[in-house]
């Protein structure tokens, strides 16, 4: 019997975290996503599962202390949203420095600065083009339900450890705040020392005869080994790109224009097809899943047989660059987006539709 | 030369008075001759080692200095943002409750950028141990002021001297966090003498066997000298720290648990 239940996008991914088995949670309050660490402190999973949850005296403090118990190898993650993820910059680019498996989740708001409260998509760049300093990429992934808030806690933390890498779930205030069905997963058993120390042979779990000492560090002094390592990164990322592409389409068989969005925006524009079709525009929806890996090929494909493709984001216009670097300019890309915290209503979207292309 | 130092031929088991603990690796140190890092390293591990401890810990080095300490001890280390090794450490020693757990930082790493880590750690009673070497100057990058550099010391940033009105007096944390109630055992110690690195070996100890106990946070305070950033020879500035830095930053436990 499967268990439904309804919940907060936020409050999905703590219990996700729960009954993953994850090791260790350490946030921060800000809005709209403090229900995360709040549902966790209600829950109490240090008696469920044993599972550590401690709210930090900073953003930087939280996604440090990620870095400490993720070196140690075991399941952490962190949550906050926008202007708590720009001071968590610094820790991430330390742990994909450091080559280290976690998971943050961007509840984005409206910017820039202090911004607004309410849901925006404009971290895009931040969170796939890099956010803090050097050449470094995070695997990105984009919920549109509360069920895939659930769903995306696991997956990331499979994708992080696969690839040693870390992991960010970019979802939005809205994602955050609604409540849907959620199909609840079975409880997980959080691994044993033991099997951290297998799963994980590089992590400081403690020193013994058996091997070397293990350290956790992103510095080396010497350039030529530097640039080796940057080297071995980007290799990573090769492979992340063309092993872990997901994406959604919905009735783009017979589609004349696309429309691209992913989260929030993709709801939106589930009903802006409806409102296209019933005046006959055939357009259908793409949904990128990972936003890095950036469903390149995929969307290549699509434009060969579309008249234009309209990226639709709350923001001023970032994934599109990516849509068009994608299609290579072959076909007509558009952006159409809302700023500030505003939620385009689907009949906005059509009209932007018709105003570009018809 | 150096091997030749080293060989065995020349050094006999029968003539040895001491030896270096095998937790600390052979790898040449990157200190300056004279700074007292070397001692403090010293006695970190032989601390572990009496402990029989070298599987069950895990050292933090932070930004300076002491940035490639896990160089030199032969032991599971994390290398830190700057000013963040007491975050690391919290998450490590809650994810591994029967582990030792200690940071190694320097005085600007933990009195100026990690001023907040290094609080609150203190004040939630992490149970892990903070050593803290304070030579009052920003080592590595060149000599600059440091939030524990003296009034009227001359740095590269304070060329004519730290002016307390403009530039701040210096921060006596190890007092400060002397008050926090979540730090268990707070002491001042040196390591510019054979009695006074006796007194700190010891003091390194009860810091760690301390978290056997999970009473809160050990702080163990390191006044040391640092003859390139304050641009005198090794012994003129062990005589300057026991002239100048001693009578601001008095060496001695300044919180002790009830026996």
Redesign the interface.
């Known amino acids: 019997m499967k268990e439904l239940r309804l919940m907060k996008g936020n409050e999905a991914i703590a219990e996700a975290a729960i009954r993953a088995g994850v090791d260790g949670y350490f946030g921060y309050p800000i809005t709209p996503q403090s229900e995360v660490l709040e549902y966790l402190m209600l829950e109490k999973p240090e008696e469920r599962t044993g599972m550590v949850v401690l709210q930090a005296e900073s953003e930087v403090a939280a996604i440090n202390m990620v870095y400490g118990g993720a070196g140690a190898g075991k399941m952490v993650m962190t949550s906050s949203s926008s202007p708590g993820i720009s001071l968590k910059q610094e820790g991430i680019t330390y742990l994909a420095g450091a080559e280290l498996p976690c998971m943050i989740l961007n509840v984005v708001r409206g910017g820039p600065g202090l911004g607004t409260i309410q849901p925006a998509q404009s971290d895009y760049f931040q969170a796939v083009k890099g956010g803090g300093h050097g050449d470094y990429r995070l695997i990105v992934l984009a919920p549109a339900s509360v069920q895939e808030m659930y769903d995306f806690v696991e997956l990331s933390f499979d994708l992080a450890f696969k690839y040693r890498n870390p992991a960010l779930i970019l979802s939005d205030g809205a994602i955050g705040q609604m409540m849907e069905k959620v199909e609840i997963g079975e409880q997980k058993a959080r691994l044993t020392d033991a099997q951290v120390k297998e799963r994980c042979p590089w992590a400081t779990t403690g020193k013994d005869d058996n091997r070397e000492r293990n350290i956790i560090t992103s510095l080396d002094l010497d350039p030529n080994q530097q640039e080796i390592f940057n080297e071995k990164l980007q290799a990573k990322y090769k492979v992340i790109e063309e092993n872990e592409v997901r994406f959604e389409e919905i009735q783009t068989e017979d589609a004349e224009y696309l429309f691209v969005a992913y989260g929030t925006s993709s709801r939106i524009c589930q009903k802006s097809i409806q409102l296209a079709r019933e005046k006959g525009i055939k357009v259908g929806l793409f949904r990128p899943i990972t936003l890095f890996p950036f469903p390149v090929e995929r969307l290549k494909e699509l434009s060969k047989k579309v008249k234009g493709i309209l990226s639709v984001e709350m923001s001023a216009g970032q994934m599109v660059e990516d849509v068009k670097l994608a299609v290579e300019c072959k076909v007509p890309v558009e952006h159409y987006g809302r700023m500030g915290g505003i939620i385009p209503t689907p009949g906005e979207v059509v009209e932007a539709l018709e105003q570009k292309f018809l | 030369m150096a091997e030749n130092i080293v060989n065995n031929d020349i050094i006999k088991e029968e003539n040895l008075v001491y030896k270096k603990t095998d937790l600390l690796t052979d790898k040449s140190l990157s200190y300056c001759p004279g700074c007292g890092h070397g001692t403090a390293h010293r006695l970190v591990m032989e601390v572990v080692e009496e402990l029989n401890a070298?599987?069950?810990?895990?050292g933090?080095?932070p930004v300076g200095c002491s940035?490639?300490a896990?160089e030199f001890m032969?032991?599971?280390?994390?290398?830190?943002?700057h000013g963040?090794a007491p975050?690391?450490?919290?998450?490590?020693k809650?994810?591994?409750p029967e582990?030792y757990v200690f940071t190694y930082q320097g005085d600007g790493d933990l009195a100026a950028i990690g001023t907040?880590?290094t609080i609150?750690a203190c004040n939630r009673g992490e149970n892990i141990t903070i050593i803290f070497v304070n030579n009052g100057i920003y080592g590595m990058t060149g000599g600059q002021m440091a939030p524990t550099t003296l009034p009227g010391m001359r740095s590269s940033t304070s060329p004519y001297g730290r002016e307390v009105e403009s530039m701040g007096a210096p921060m006596k944390m190890t007092e400060l966090v002397a008050q926090l109630p979540g730090t268990y055992f707070v002491t001042r110690q040196a390591v510019h003498t054979p009695s006074a690195v006796r007194k700190a070996k010891k003091a390194i100890k009860k810091a760690f066997e301390n978290q056997k106990l999970k009473k809160g946070l050990s702080f163990v305070e390191i006044v040391s000298n640092c003859n390139s950033g304050w641009k005198m020879t090794p012994v003129k500035s062990n005589e300057w720290m026991v002239d100048n830095m001693f009578p601001f930053y008095p060496i001695g436990d300044i919180k002790v648990p009830e026996e």
């Not at chain 2, 070298?54 to 895990?58: A, F, M, P, S």
């Not at chain 2, 975050?87 to 490590?92: G, M, R, V």
């Open positions: 070298q599987d069950q810990t895990v933090i080095a940035v490639l896990y032969d032991i599971d280390m994390q290398q830190a943002a963040r975050a690391l450490a919290t998450a490590i809650r994810l591994y582990k907040a880590e609150h």
